[in-house]
């Protein structure tokens, strides 16, 4: 159902590294939380005094919206970029972008334009962040969510809508999921790598099935979240006995955190191997657990943060996760 964790993605959890493409296109791989250079810059020897240096994120929709303007001492920071991203300035020819505190959000495409009249240049960045998608829908049940609840579902759960790129990575290591859910370009789409009757066809081709670009506002599906590293702890509290999830929320918080989003465990269990055969509390009424050791009893064919439900909040049956921020 969800993809099997890999070991790779350990080796990747605490690195950093650059990849060329071509000449004009790179990708930069990065973690929640890094500083990060985005490369730029003109051949050696030439000067970069008194070019207009642009740096623009390209949207999902082919928007595109401002991050940095340099010109000779005049720079510009914009938007949600405001004082989290400056130029490196290394040599007279770097235009070189850092950004700091890598976000969710910051998850994207960049361009960096130099103008100076003479030879412009233009160079792409991809910034790909370590992470994991996960499909969700709320306590309401299958296919609730508009577009605009589905950013809030995400948001709700310490992710963000998931790119199609990003469904499209998750779907090559094993992601199977048979509900379509909203991509963060407007579409719906779902994963599938065994295709059988009851999702597309059994005689269908395996791969990501589209319901292309859907009415934002009145189509309701499920939504593909994306999470990155996390910045804090994600444990299972020890309890003497079994909570309902009033209980378990206080729990978290005597214990100075607070209850665990499902963006967290998914996080815990893809990136950091987390593993735990005991059903607990989310903060969005749900319970699950985190298998990445598949065995007798949790979870024995494959590894996946198993879903119990969302039981009624009374019941005294689970245990509890809770998260806690870095301070
Ligand atoms: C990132 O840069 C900021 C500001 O330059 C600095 O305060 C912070 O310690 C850096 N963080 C990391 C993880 O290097
Ligand atoms: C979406 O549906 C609403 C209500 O039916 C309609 O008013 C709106 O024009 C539609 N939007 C698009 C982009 O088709």
Redesign the pocket.
Known sequence: MIALFSLALVVFASSLHVEAQDESRIKVYANRGDNITLPCGLERLSSMFGNRIKWTKIEDDSTETDVLVSMGFYKKTYGNFQDRVYLLEADDSDATLVITDLDLKDYGTYKCEIINGMQDKVVEVDLELQGVVFPYSPRLGRYNLNFQDAEAACLEQDSVVASFEQLYGEWKTGMDWCNAGWLNDGTVQYPITKPREPCGGARTSAGLRTYGRQ?????RYDVFCFTASLKGRFYYLIQPKKLNFDEAVDACKRDGAEIAKVGHIYAAWKLLGYDRCDAGWLADGSVRYPISRPRKNCSPTEAAVRFVGFPDKKQKLYGVYCYKPQP
């Not at 009415?215 to 189509?219: D, E, P, R, W, Y």
């Open positions: 009415n934002k506002s009145n189509s």
